[in-house]
């Protein structure tokens, strides 16, 4: 059955919620203001039709859009609606305007991409990307997030995986081979990385899947099979072996060259990375004087961008193998100045103020869930003059900076860079200042 709703409310998130006998359901896909058709029988009602459109409305195939939950908005209004959600987010803190940087092309901007693998009920091989908020998976080899290089490989390596007759692996038996595909491209240096996800070791085909990879002069650079055989949802295993090149790709950003192996974290966005660097180190302000350090440091990309402009750059994280590429990093960019530290950042931080060590200014970059309160209480008893805080999770800031404000730290300022353009996640920059002692 189709029912109408007219008027249409929708916050930042591009979802509205709506009422069906007593129960209250979530309708994707909507824009403020439109009157829609909603199919009510559906064991999840859904936008079936829009009978009043947004001006802002603009249309992609279903399956091109996986993972971008703004794919049916245009870019300019897109980043009206984030500025509007930030400025209303902080608005506690009384700051000037937050604005957000654009992205020129919000489209094709992904340097990785993640595919995963099964086989349906009809034992034909499906292949792209969970739906959201379900284990569906949606075909995405013509998405328009990943890169237009990673799209054409998938392609014709799914035109093989087929012709050789590769099993995609079932979850509820565990049996078959191929689970995951992993592509990292460097849209500066044009090298390609393959990644196949594998049930254990053992890969019947394997070699010819190889050979007919290189016959088509896709401009991969390597492949690397990666091993995988545990009941879990995290793409890679811990072990891998190098089926064709070096097992890595390198990748520029801005003046500085960086490695990129298949465990390595990198920022999805190159263009998006020099923007979002650029300005952290604009509001630092770093001097030729000043200890720096770079807290939840990944492979080093921060540390070096800093180097350039510090006394001395101590990276911390807590990842063995960021660490092992960190410091190849710093060869690799003849920088002297940094040395990369394998160690929680909390842990790191509370050990320095417990010697009372000197630091100017603390960069940190923490993951989705934020920082902790023992590392702000660290930078607090520090006396750290200055401290940038780039976050992917305006949520999770908001509740630091709270308690940055309690420990006599004054927000200058918050500016947002759109890494994540057609999605919800957007990158902000935070400048903190510590006020003078009273």
């Not at 020129?104 to 499906?126: D, H």
């Not at 770093?286 to 180097?307: E, L, P, Q, R």
């Amino acid at each position: 059955m189709l029912k109408e709703f007219k008027n249409i409310s929708v916050g930042y998130y591009p979802d509205t919620e709506i009422e069906i006998n007593n129960k209250k359901y979530l309708i994707h896909g909507v824009i403020d203001g439109e009157d829609i058709l909603v199919e009510t029988d559906a064991k999840y009602p859904y936008l079936k039709e829009v009978i009043k459109k947004s001006p802002h409305r603009i249309e992609f195939n279903k399956e091109e859009v996986g993972g971008a939950q703004f794919y049916h908005i245009d870019y300019s209004y897109e980043l009206l609606l984030k500025e509007k959600y930030l400025n209303n987010l902080f608005k506690p803190f009384h700051l000037n305007k937050i604005k957000i940087n654009g992205m020129e092309n919000p489209y094709n901007y992904r340097n990785k991409v993640q595919m995963t693998y099964k086989l349906s009920k009809t034992k034909r091989i499906i292949y792209g990307l969970y739906e959201e908020y379900s284990h569906n998976i949606v075909t995405a080899d013509n998405n328009i997030l990943q890169s237009t290089k990673a799209n054409l490989v998938i392609k014709e390596l799914n035109k093989i995986l087929v012709k050789h007759k590769i099993r995609p692996y079932d979850e509820k038996t565990r049996e078959g081979n191929l689970r995951h595909v992993l592509i990292r491209y460097g849209f500066n240096s044009n090298e390609l990385m393959l990644v196949l996800v594998t049930n254990g070791e053992m890969f019947p085909g394997r070699n010819n899947v190889i050979t007919d990879l290189k016959k088509l002069s896709l401009g991969i650079t390597t492949i690397v099979q990666n091993y995988n055989s545990r009941d879990t949802s995290i793409v890679l295993g811990d072990k891998e072996k190098v089926l064709y090149g070096p097992g890595f790709i390198y990748e520029y950003v801005g003046d500085y060259k960086f490695k990129i192996s298949p465990q390595s974290f990198f920022q999805i966005n190159t263009n998006g990375m020099k923007t979002l660097y650029d300005l952290a180190m604009k509001k630092a302000n770093i001097t030729k004087n000043d200890i720096v350090i770079d807290a939840y440091s990944g492979v080093g990309t921060i540390s070096i961008f800093a180097s350039k402009y510090a006394k001395y750059v101590y990276g911390v994280e807590l990842n063995k193998n960021a660490i092992f590429d960190a410091k190849q990093n710093a060869k690799i960019n003849n920088v002297k100045n940094v040395e990369f530290i394998l160690n929680d950042a909390t842990n790191y931080l509370t050990n320095l103020a417990k010697i009372k060590e000197h630091v100017d200014v603390v960069i940190m970059d923490p993951p989705r869930e934020g920082s902790t309160k023992a590392f702000i209480n660290a930078i607090k008893y520090l006396n750290v003059k200055k401290v940038i805080y780039i976050s992917c999770n305006p949520e999770t800031l908001k509740r630091d900076l709270y308690q940055f404000v309690d420990n006599n730290y004054k927000i200058e300022s918050i500016e947002a860079v759109d890494m994540f353009p057609k999605t919800v996640c957007v990158e902000t920059v935070t400048l903190m200042v510590s006020k003078p002692q009273k």
